[in-house]
């Protein structure tokens, strides 16, 4: 069983910045893909970022390109969003995942463990 447990979330005032972190318990973590999701009231889950294996390839969605950085530490079960120059739209439940794939990961359908969310409020 893998259990991923996500801290780091809070408030903050626009142009701020947020650090995520996720950590997971279980032996596939270093093999396969972590990503992070996010949920606004009343929205479906939306894809944010992605680091995929065994390449380590990088994924963002358009709307946090150039702000959003996502790092894995394989030693330490860890996956981190890096979250710069934050908006009032980025608002939302943060979600971290795990796949035993390595395509479609844009998707949340391939992800097979969620973590239970983080909330992140940004207000202008």
């Known amino acids: 069983q893998v259990q991923l447990v996500e801290s780091g979330g809070g408030s903050v005032q626009a142009g701020g910045s947020l650090r995520l972190s996720c950590a997971a318990s279980g032996r596939i973590f270093g093999i396969y893909s972590m990503g992070w999701f996010r949920q606004a009231p009343g929205k479906e889950r939306d894809f944010v970022a992605t680091v995929s294996r065994p390449t380590g390839n990088t994924y963002y969605a358009d709307s946090v390109k150039g702000r959003f950085t996502i790092s894995r530490d394989d030693a330490k079960n860890t996956v981190l969003l890096q979250m710069n120059s934050l908006k009032p739209e980025d608002t939302a439940i943060y979600y971290c995942?795990?796949?035993?794939?390595?395509?479609?990961?844009?998707?949340?359908?391939?992800?097979?463990?969620w973590g239970q969310g983080t909330q992140v409020t940004v207000s202008s």
């Open positions: 995942a795990l796949s035993l794939s390595n395509i479609n990961l844009q998707e949340s359908v391939v992800y097979n463990y």
